[in-house]
């Protein structure tokens, strides 16, 4: 009978192994990769994500930046890392963006959008064309009627060539019928810096890095990329009401590799969706007035899908691009 009992044990014992040796998500620190330098959007919301996450979960969450390539670089090494939940990407719309350019450049893609699962979107925000306070352009029609008269000569920066703000830029410049000169950064920081510099004369931004420039009477805002204009900033107009067909929303999202274990996927949306509802996470948004706009991981990849078609039009539509 013992004998008997014994061996029911070790027949038992298989099943009982994975049990134990299934750890609670999360049990070691967690890195989100950041495909930017610091200051710019991803960053910007990346940073008390990852504080609130950690704090929630007891577990260090650090912010890694990953620049390059207009967030290739970074996007990347998060898709070839371990699908175990603890390297994560919160990247921006231009995600969906690179494949798409890579290929209209005549080289293979330094990842591909099916090498991500879609976790939480997190805020979304229209971008918003910023000249420098002290510089010629009062309205946006002194910039078109500037650009028309000089074709090629009024320059611009970006994140990185066919990232967001390039992107939003072209989608501008098609509407308004005008041909700008385009200077890639890094990231979304360096761009401002360059603006703020006088290195460039005007810059897509998103209203985040922005606005504290705007108040301290450095940046002047022409217009936002919405369809109507943003709370933040009532007295600039939208691109729409001004007349041109140009509508781009620059949001964050978080994203883990395509194979990650689905009860990781499950206890991660269940932190991040506890994160996006915290008071200090709130609270730090609405220091940088970034609006929350969370979405869990099955409406964000409907967003997603819908999003990525829409872009992978006006990229193609914008065709290749020189790369200066």
């Known amino acids: 009978?013992?004998?008997?009992?014994?061996?029911?044990?070790?027949?038992?014992?298989?099943a009982v192994?994975?049990?134990l040796a299934q750890e609670a998500y999360p049990s070691k620190p967690v890195q989100i990769f950041v495909p930017f330098p610091p200051g710019g959007v991803a960053d910007i919301t990346a940073r008390p994500l990852a504080h609130v996450m950690g704090r929630l979960a007891k577990q260090s969450v650090v912010v890694v930046n990953?620049?390059?390539?207009?967030?290739?670089?970074?996007?990347?090494?998060?898709?070839?890392?371990?699908?175990?939940?603890y390297t994560l990407l919160l990247a921006l719309s231009s995600i969906s963006v690179l494949p798409v350019a890579d290929r209209l450049q005549g080289r293979p893609p330094a990842y591909e959008l099916d090498q991500f699962a879609?976790?939480?979107?997190?805020?979304?925000?229209?971008?918003?064309?910023?000249?420098?306070?002290?510089?010629?352009?009062?309205?946006?029609?002194?910039?078109?009627d500037a650009a028309k008269a000089k074709p090629g000569t009024i320059n611009y920066g970006s994140s990185g060539?066919?990232?967001?703000?390039?992107?939003?830029?072209e989608i501008f410049a098609q509407?308004?019928?005008?041909?700008?000169?385009?200077?890639?950064?890094?990231g979304g920081g360096p761009a401002v810096a360059a603006l703020l510099a006088g290195q460039i004369d005007a810059l897509a931004s998103g209203p985040a890095p922005a606005i504290g420039q705007i108040k301290a009477g450095k940046m002047r805002a022409l217009a936002v990329w919405g369809d109507k204009r943003l709370a933040a900033m009532p007295d600039v107009p939208s691109m729409k009401e001004l007349g041109y067909d140009a509508t781009f929303y620059i949001w964050s999202g978080l994203f883990a590799?395509?194979?990650?274990?689905?009860p990781v996927m499950t206890a991660l949306r269940e932190l991040v969706k506890r994160t996006v509802e915290d008071?200090?996470?709130?609270?730090?948004?609405?220091?940088?007035?970034?609006?929350?706009?969370?979405?869990?991981?099955?409406?964000?990849?409907t967003f997603l899908d819908r999003d990525a078609a829409r872009l992978k039009v006006a990229v193609e539509r914008i065709g290749k691009v020189p790369e200066n």
């Open 175 to 186: 509407a308004a019928d005008i041909k700008l000169f385009h200077i890639p950064y890094q």
């Open 279 to 301: 008071p200090e996470f709130k609270e730090a948004m609405d220091k940088v007035e970034t609006p929350i706009a969370y979405l869990d991981a099955p409406q964000f990849k």
């Open 161 to 169: 060539v066919y990232g967001t703000l390039h992107v939003a830029m």
């Open 1 to 14: 009978m013992k004998r008997r009992t014994l061996v029911a044990a070790g027949l038992m014992l298989p």
């Open 66 to 85: 990953k620049p390059g390539a207009g967030g290739s670089v970074g996007a990347a090494q998060a898709a070839r890392a371990a699908p175990d939940g």
């Open 257 to 262: 590799p395509a194979a990650t274990p689905q």
């Open 17 to 19: 192994r994975p049990a």
């Open 118 to 144: 879609p976790v939480a979107l997190i805020s979304a925000d229209p971008t918003v064309l910023v000249v420098r306070a002290d510089g010629p352009y009062k309205t946006l029609k002194d910039l078109v």
